[in-house]
C-alpha cells in the first residue's frame, strides 16, 4: 500500500471515529475496517482503476457512520446528506477529496448506494466494490455472531428467521457481480447451509 494511502486512511479515521463510537454494536469502527479491507481487495481484483483507489478508501470508511440505532432504516441516506452541501462533514469531505485527488461525486453516490436493500443501478464501480465489500465474508458463523451483537435481546429462533430472510437463498440482501465472481462457490454454500435451519442452529 501506498504512503498516501495510509495517511488518507489516518485522516479519514480521525475524522469518522466519534461518529462510529455511536453507532450500534454490529457497525462500530472494525466494521468500517473490514469494509476497507474488502474494498482494497475487490479493486484489486477487478483492476480498478488507481485514480478511483482512494474513492474507494474514503466511501468504505465513510459508508456507516450513521448506522446507529434510532437512523437503521435511513443511515445510507443520512450519510450522504453529511457529505453533501450543507452537511456537517461537507467541507472537511471536499478539502480531503481535494487533497488526495478524489471524486465527491463518485463517493457520495457509493454511501448512498451501498445497502444490502439498494436495489438500484449502481452509478459507479466504486459504488459497486463498496457495495460488495460491506456484505463481507461469505461465513454463517461470522453472519451469526454478527447478528447477536446487533440484536442481543433477541431469540435464537427469530434471529435465524432474520437471517435466512436476508441471507438465505432468495434473500434479500443484494450481491453486487463482483461479489459472486470474487467469492465464487463459498457463496453458494453459505446461502445453503443459511437456509437450513438445523445446520444454522448448530451453527450458532
Ligand atoms: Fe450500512
Ligand atoms: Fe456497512
Not at 454463517?140 to 430472510?165: A, D, G, H, M, Y
Request: overall charge positive.
Amino acid at each position: 500500500m501506498k504512503q498516501n494511502h495510509h495517511e488518507l486512511i489516518v485522516d479519514v479515521i480521525k475524522k469518522i471515529f466519534p461518529y462510529y463510537e455511536k453507532n450500534e454494536p454490529g457497525h462500530r469502527l472494525d466494521h468500517a475496517l473490514n469494509t476497507l479491507k474488502y474494498g482494497l481487495k475487490l479493486a484489486v481484483f477487478t483492476k480498478l482503476d488507481q485514480q478511483y483507489i482512494n474513492d474507494v478508501i474514503i466511501a468504505t470508511l465513510l459508508h456507516d457512520i450513521y448506522a446507529r440505532v434510532e437512523y437503521h432504516e435511513i443511515h445510507h441516506a443520512m450519510a450522504y446528506k453529511e457529505i453533501m452541501i450543507g452537511g456537517h462533514m461537507y467541507d472537511w469531505f471536499m478539502d480531503t477529496c481535494d487533497k488526495y485527488n478524489s471524486h465527491p461525486s463518485i463517493i457520495q453516490d457509493a454511501v448512498y448506494e451501498h445497502r444490502a436493500t439498494y436495489d438500484g443501478k449502481y452509478s459507479n464501480n466504486v459504488a459497486k466494490i463498496t457495495a460488495a465489500a460491506d456484505r463481507g465474508k461469505p461465513c454463517v458463523k461470522s453472519i451469526c455472531e454478527r447478528f447477536l451483537t446487533i440484536f442481543p435481546n433477541k431469540k435464537q429462533s427469530e434471529l435465524i428467521k432474520i437471517i435466512q430472510k436476508r441471507y438465505g437463498i432468495n434473500g434479500y440482501a443484494r450481491y453486487p457481480q463482483i461479489y459472486k465472481d470474487y467469492f465464487g462457490e463459498a457463496l453458494d454454500m453459505f446461502q445453503v447451509v443459511i437456509s437450513n435451519t438445523q445446520l444454522l442452529k448448530k451453527i450458532f
